[in-house]
């Protein structure tokens, strides 16, 4: 069992930078995947980005490839989602999730993920 807490959410003008932190509890978070994910009021909810258990490997949505960057500390149990180039767009209720057999790729698939935060709002003004 593992538990998600997300944080660094806030609003931000068009063309502003957040970075948004997912703390978990648990020793094998080392061991998990990690995913976030994205949800827009009255829009299913999204892939983002999501990173391998070593970093070796991390997957990005189209829509924020080249603006938004994923990364992990594995001894801070934290994984991080820097966002640059902000877009209106991007307004939404951001998700961290993991994801608990290791695999060596990124899921795109929220259905893969087993553990999930409670979310933090990001809006983005124009």
């Known amino acids: 069992q593992v538990q998600l807490v997300e944080s660094g959410g806030g609003l931000v003008q068009a063309g502003g930078s957040l970075r948004l932190s997912c703390a978990a509890s648990g020793r094998t978070f080392s061991t998990y995947n990690m995913g976030w994910f994205r949800q827009a009021p009255g829009k299913e909810r999204e892939f983002v980005a999501g990173?391998?258990?070593?970093?070796?490997?991390?997957g990005y949505a189209d829509s924020v490839k080249g603006r938004f960057t994923i990364s992990r500390d594995n001894v801070k149990n934290t994984v991080y989602l820097q966002m640059n180039s902000l877009e209106p767009e991007d307004t939404a209720v951001y998700y961290c999730?993991?994801?608990?057999?290791?695999?060596?790729?990124?899921?795109?698939?929220?259905?893969?993920?087993?553990?999930w935060g409670q979310g933090t709002q990001v809006t983005v003004s124009s």
């Open positions: 999730a993991a994801d608990r057999p290791p695999r060596g790729y990124v899921s795109q698939d929220q259905y893969a993920y087993d553990y």
């Open positions: 990173i391998t258990w070593s970093s070796a490997n991390t």
